[in-house]
């Protein structure tokens, strides 16, 4: 059975053009897509599927009802990233491995606090200088997907 490269979720996202772009992302990338509920839209929303395109249908995607439901179905727990503006170390300092969980928050407000405090080893930021307080969700997605895929070649 081959494992997919990354396992991508998004607790709460707020906008389906963001979770249809990181859709196409994990078809691409060949990675599976977690979603925690509750969700700011409807799956059955168009603009989901049109920042997905055609590729919506080729998507592993995972439903949860709560984080705790997510983290149950974690074997490996020790290989979670959470990335968050209010992390102490950088995602390069990560070692990927095929399988790993990046975990990203919704867009307006990232990871809830309970979850940062309680992961805070596992926390990772993405550092950039400019005067902007965090990335849109998806490219943040694609920065990190970009990394992992990198140190797998």
Known sequence: M???????????PQIPNNTGNIGRLCVGS?????????????????????????YW???????????????????????MFF?????????????FKKGDWLIFGRESDGLPPEIVERFSKQCVKIPFPGKVRSFNLSNAVAIAMGEGLRQFR
């Open 83 to 95: 990335f968050t503006t209010r992390a102490t170390s950088d995602y390069y300092d990560i070692n």
């Open 30 to 54: 060949q990675s599976k897509m977690h979603l925690v509920k509750p969700l700011g839209f409807e799956i059955t929303d168009t603009r989901v599927k049109r920042a997905g395109l055609d």
């Open 2 to 12: 081959k494992k997919e490269n990354f396992n991508i979720v998004l607790v709460h």
């Open 57 to 79: 249908r080729d998507l592993d995607l995972k439903y949860y009802d709560d984080f705790e439901a997510l983290l149950n179905s974690i074997p490996d727990k020790s290989r």
